[in-house]
């Protein structure tokens, strides 16, 4: 059973940052695109920042330019390092991965991690 581990969410002051990590467990052969996904209240799912497995990145305009994105592939692990967050940066962050097990490629997605910003 692949499993993906969320950490690092919370309170954080507009202008500050915050780094969150997800673990991938299981049976895994490979893993494709791997990344992040949000919703905030009243507000569907939206894509934040996803890397593919040669390390290619792809943001949500949004976060263009203050959130990055990356992959440890040995580790199983994806980062999303958020700089200058905002107000509106506010919602559950979800992590997401395209794995390839020895059945199937399929999506996988994490339990969620609150991150709010506010002062």
């Known amino acids: 059973q692949v499993q993906l581990v969320e950490s690092g969410g919370g309170l954080v002051q507009p202008g500050g940052s915050l780094r969150l990590s997800c673990a991938a467990s299981g049976i895994i052969l490979s893993i494709n695109r791997m990344g992040w996904y949000r919703q905030a209240p009243g507000k569907p799912r939206e894509l934040v920042a996803v890397v593919s497995s040669g390390g290619i990145p792809n943001y949500a305009d949004s976060v263009k330019g203050r959130f990055t994105v990356s992959r440890d592939s040995a580790k199983k692990t994806v980062y999303l390092q958020m700089n200058s967050p905002k107000p509106e940066d506010t919602a559950v962050y979800y992590c997401?991965?395209?794995?390839?097990?020895?059945?199937?490629?399929?999506?996988?997605w994490g339990q969620g991690t609150q991150v709010t910003v506010s002062s």
């Open positions: 997401y991965a395209v794995v390839v097990t020895k059945v199937e490629v399929r999506e996988y």
